[in-house]
């Protein structure tokens, strides 16, 4: 009886995280440059009061995963070709993370993988068999590709808490954002230890103009391929006929 009220007493110890999302719908537009969200939420005890003890927030925000290939190029006589290749099964179109302090002194190596909490510890699954050291060159060399282009970021203080209670982070989205739904997961550490998560999610979703050609390229794909090409062929004719008369 001693022991199972000992259990029951540690486990009511234990904070609830209450997340919100500045917004949980992104529409893109024509002419769309990003946006910025912001993440915040409260610690509380399950009774609903301050949790009153300090807690590291790390809030992981992810976009939809899709298969990417990735091509390394090659300096051959002086041109440019491919070279290695790699293909990756459900790598994430967009992944952030944002936390109170640096990972590696909030919990360990074992939890960050466990948990994805950055970069170093984001689990991406090349398909086929591939040398350990040739798979972390190319799952190195992707994370590289992404971060350069924006879609792949971590900032380690990147997230505030005010009071032992209240916590927000803000992540930027670039104008390239893949659409789909995005989640986004908050964990609450203490002593290395995750003590409570909770999930939000935000959809992105084409409207106007791009809405109406992506719905027309992915329901009639070989008629918009028809199309793209007639509309190339046209502006190539039209450019050959503008220099012909310069």
Do not use: C
């Not at 590289?144 to 009071?163: A, N």
């Amino acid at each position: 009886m001693a022991l199972v009220l000992l259990l029951f007493l540690t486990g009511a110890r234990d904070p609830i995280l209450v997340p919100e999302i500045s917004q949980h719908e992104i529409q893109v537009r024509q002419g769309f440059k990003g946006t910025e969200l912001l993440l915040f939420g409260a610690i509380l005890t399950p009774e609903g009061t301050r949790a009153g003890q300090d807690y590291d927030i790390v809030v992981v925000l992810k976009g939809p995963t899709r298969s990417i290939v990735l091509r390394e190029k090659q300096r051959i006589a002086g041109v440019w070709v491919n070279a290695e290749s790699a293909e990756f099964r459900s790598a994430p179109t967009f992944f952030a993370v944002a936390s109170s302090r640096p990972i590696d002194k909030v919990v360990d190596d074992k939890t960050a993988a466990i948990y994805e909490l950055g970069l170093p510890w984001l689990q991406l699954s090349p398909i086929g068999a591939y040398d350990p050291q040739e798979q972390t060159r190319m799952s190195a060399g992707l994370v590289d590709l992404m971060q350069r282009e924006g879609l792949y970021k971590q900032d380690f203080k990147g997230v505030s808490v005010s009071e032992q209670v209240l916590y927000q982070a803000r992540i930027a989205l670039p104008s390239s954002v893949q659409t789909g739904t995005y989640t986004a997961e908050t964990f609450a550490i203490n002593r290395g230890r995750v003590v409570a998560s909770a999930i939000s999610r935000v959809e992105v979703k084409k409207q106007g103009f791009e809405r109406a050609v992506a719905q027309f390229a992915q329901h009639s794909g070989f008629l918009y391929g028809l199309i793209a090409v007639a509309i190339s062929v046209a502006m190539g004719f039209m450019a050959g006929r503008l220099f012909a008369l310069v």
